[in-house]
């Protein structure tokens, strides 16, 4: 597996890791075949949040099945999130916590749930239009000094939201974990079409993409496979021929998967992103982690974003 330096950070992580939030509802054997799979392709990165499967269940079914399939701490990277706040196990009925004692027993009950001394990646879940930028900075000091966390960075932050963060934190930002696919593409929709009246010229993200590439702040693309909002995916979905017709002829030239060559577009980008990917199948992880491998034409890469349904000015 091809490693990247996330956040120039000297952390060299796979390009492609494994989002646990799906892990929720396995028995503990079926999440250690997970990943047992996932190591065995080179996806040794770990990606969790304090309220995957109703408040934290994921990260404790995660740590029975790493005793079950006997991984050693040193083998794995392992990343958490905080300061989404759910009422229920997914999604609506949310709040959130940027607040000092709220990250700081956040992390403390991540890594008692996990059975593991420290992280090595731990974000701000989406942004808290609350924070304190100074309570953020102290409870990241507080959490760094102790040892439990080696590394920081966000979620779906704009890019005036990490400078005003950044001022006050003394630790690097090393990730920015976004929505990015085929599908969702507004981050470089703006990029082509500066100057232009038309709606992809709209500027969703203030500019996201470039000033992660300038600050060396790895983007963490996840859901690379949504096909939309309301959630589903686009590979093999009746109302994308033309796009999947495209996918299928280039997994037939690179002898991959449907969602390998969807993994591989990503890459593509020169932005050095790093990929999260949500399958609990281990045949289907085997068959993603081969989009590290691939090596994409520029010809190919704009022959799906077309596609997709994007134009070009």
């Known amino acids: 597996m091809r490693t990247i330096n996330l956040g120039a950070s000297g952390l060299m992580a796979p390009a492609i890791s494994l989002g646990c939030m799906r892990m929720r509802g396995l028995e503990t054997r079926e999440a250690a075949n997970v990943l047992e799979a996932a190591m065995a392709a080179g996806m040794n990165f770990f990606d969790h949040a304090d309220m995957y499967g109703g408040m934290g269940r994921v990260e404790e079914i995660f740590a029975a099945a790493v005793k079950e399939a006997g991984i050693k701490r040193e083998d794995m990277m392992v990343q958490t999130k905080c300061g989404l706040v759910r009422s229920d196990d997914f999604m609506y009925n949310a709040s959130y916590n940027f607040s000092k004692e709220h990250i700081i027993s956040s992390a403390e009950g991540s890594l008692r749930r996990l059975n593991m001394d420290y992280v090595d990646v731990f974000l701000l879940h989406r ?187």
């Open 127 to 313: 942004p808290d239009t609350l924070m304190e930028p100074a309570e953020v900075a102290a409870a990241f000091d507080n959490l760094h000094s102790r040892g439990l966390v080696k590394h920081f960075g966000v979620s779906n932050q704009s890019a005036g939201q990490m400078k005003l963060l950044q001022k006050y934190v003394g630790h690097k930002l090393i990730v920015n974990q976004m929505q990015f696919g085929v599908m969702h593409t507004g981050m470089i929709d703006f990029g082509f079409n500066v100057n232009m009246k038309n709606d992809a010229s709209f500027d969703h993200d203030g500019g996201v993409l470039e000033y992660c590439r300038l600050e060396n702040i790895t983007i963490q693309a996840w859901s690379p496979f949504r096909l939309n909002e309301a959630g589903g995916i686009f590979i093999n979905h009746p109302d994308l021929p033309k796009l999947n017709e495209v996918i299928d002829g280039l997994a037939e030239k690179y002898g991959a998967t449907k969602e390998a060559i969807a993994t591989a577009w990503i890459l593509r980008h020169p932005a050095d992103m790093q990929v999260i990917v949500g399958s609990m199948n281990a045949a289907r992880i085997a068959g993603i982690a081969k989009a590290a491998d691939i090596a994409m034409t520029r010809g190919e890469w704009y022959e799906i974003y077309l596609a997709a349904g994007n134009k070009l000015p």
